[in-house]
């Protein structure tokens, strides 16, 4: 199983920005779905959680701009990134509970998708 970002980039504070993360590989179903992102020289931090049939949960940092989203039958989770401010300037990770070829349920990583915020 591999997992793709993409949708990173520059933007100027005040502007939005959509992150997409696909999986790939032998699945028969997502589970829960995550994004992460670390800053530099700053810990992995949890952004935004969509638990399998529970509610979203979001860091305080992003309440109300950012919007997690997912797409079971793409094997897709989206980030919707609004009012984008520089303390947002990190990599993001996303990650995924994937059932597996095997009928195991594991986690996995994405590579991580760089997002610039310029004031």
């Known amino acids: 199983v591999q997992l793709q970002a993409s949708g990173g980039g520059s933007v100027q504070a005040g502007g939005s920005l959509r992150l997409s993360c696909v999986a790939s590989?032998?699945?028969?179903?997502?589970?829960?779905m995550a994004w992460y992102r670390q800053a530099p020289g700053k810990e992995r931090e949890v952004v935004a959680t969509?638990?399998?049939?529970?509610?979203?949960n979001y860091a305080d940092s992003v309440k109300g701009r950012f919007t997690i989203s997912g797409d079971g039958a793409k094997k897709t989770t989206y980030l919707q990134m609004t009012s984008l401010k520089p303390d947002d300037t990190a990599v993001y990770y996303c990650?995924?509970?994937?059932?597996?070829?095997?009928?195991?349920?594991?986690?996995?990583w994405g590579q991580g998708t760089l997002v610039t915020v310029s004031s």
């Open positions: 990650n995924l509970e994937v059932l597996d070829g095997d009928w195991t349920w594991s986690r996995y």
């Open positions: 590989g032998s699945i028969i179903q997502i589970g829960d």
């Open positions: 969509m638990p399998r049939g529970g509610a979203t």
